[in-house]
């Protein structure tokens, strides 16, 4: 970071209308609200973090929002320390912002005066009006983002001759004063929280399972025959891979273990074929609202060496968990003697499978 005093102003005191059920700045993934992820985005960087809205955080200043986005970002802009270099402002409901990319467009305002990241639209654009509808070229339309960062002093003289109170965005009021605004590449991820479902939900689900070796030919693994002069021993086909990824699958989806969804007392799951279970937890996964967006597993045995047929198990676990094949990742590993598994006694899996709300 250049060695400037720098500040950041979140705004964060909106209505959510289009949002609908609640404040979306509320709304959780990964353990924590949107605008604290908007806030994290700063910490160590800004020198001070304002809030603009209801809120009571530590670390931040909080301020009283106002009736117009401006007003809301002109009470930020007053709390902001006055030797302030460069100043930031973020909307709050952009919580995937990177921290590099942050402290990229706060540098570059120190060099240029502004920084404000922007994309190409993608998508085509018509524009609606009483007088019918017009297709615009999108080449020469772009999308703004924030955080959108400025010489301090330049911006504050862009508020006070302000002639309106209606600007949308910072980069609007910037150019009307000034003439110019230095634009940088936008990013990708760094989308909005506007409506319901724009937030995403992931979960985690472990699972672990565990067969014994008996007499018998062949160990089935992710639905794979691997020749050897034992097999697994279990009520179904004993596909100990299957049925640790089943239990991910359904931990990460709110639903209850294998031995809960096909008991070992129910005649009808004798012998069952393991990846037609696994098909079951992934539509049980579906009908609570998730998919699956990645597993991975580890295989624990001495023998048999099952490095060979890995590239199958995982073609065979993805067609049913709904992925790609490079989403399913399978690995393999010993005990070095030590243990049951060591003596080969059996085999073990432990898988992880990352869902999303649907």
């Known amino acids: 970071m250049i060695n400037k005093k720098f500040s950041a102003v979140i705004v964060a005191g909106g209505s959510s209308q289009r949002y609908g059920q609640k404040n ?13 992820h908007s806030i994290d985005a700063f910490k160590g960087l800004a020198d001070e973090i304002v809030v603009v809205g209801d809120c009571s955080l530590d670390g931040v200043k909080c301020v009283k929002g106002g009736n117009t986005r401006f007003q809301s970002v002109c009470n930020g802009l007053a709390a902001v320390a006055k030797n302030t270099d460069v100043v930031a402002v973020h909307d709050g409901a952009r919580p995937f912002v990177s921290r590099k990319f942050v402290a990229d467009l706060l540098n570059g305002a120190v060099i240029h005066n502004s920084a404000v990241p922007c994309l190409p639209l993608t998508d085509t654009i018509w524009q609606c009006n009483e007088d019918g509808i017009v297709n615009v070229d999108r080449n020469s339309l772009l999308s703004v983002q924030t955080p959108q960062c400025f010489n301090y002093t330049m911006l504050m003289q862009a508020v006070l001759s302000a002639q309106k109170d209606d600007y949308h965005d910072e980069s609007t009021l910037f150019y009307e004063k000034f003439g110019n605004v230095n634009f940088v590449g936008g990013q990708i991820d760094n989308r ?30 992710g639905g794979v025959t691997i020749p050897f002069d034992k097999k697994l021993i279990g009520h179904s086909d004993a596909d100990v891979l299957a049925h640790a990824v089943c239990d991910a699958v359904l931990s990460a989806s709110d639903n209850k273990d294998i031995g809960h969804q096909f008991p070992d007392t129910y005649v009808c799951y004798k012998g069952a074929n393991s990846i037609e279970l696994l098909k079951q937890c992934v539509s049980l996964a579906h009908k609570n609202g998730y998919e699956v967006v990645n597993v991975s597993a580890v295989v624990i045995c001495q023998q048999p060496k099952i490095a060979p047929y890995i590239d199958q198990m995982a073609i065979n676990l993805a067609r049913v968990l709904g992925v790609h094949q490079d989403c399913v990742n399978l690995t393999a590993t010993t005990t070095e003697r030590l243990g049951a598994l060591g003596n080969g006694d059996g085999i073990a899996v432990q898988a992880q499978a990352l869902l999303k709300r649907i």
């Open 192 to 221: 909005k929280i506007t409506y319901l479902g724009d937030v995403p939900t992931y979960k985690i689900g472990v699972g672990f399972d565990v067969h014994a070796f008996g007499d018998g030919f062949g160990v089935i693994l």
């Open 24 to 36: 979306k700045l509320d709304e959780t993934f990964f353990d924590k609200t949107v605008l604290q």
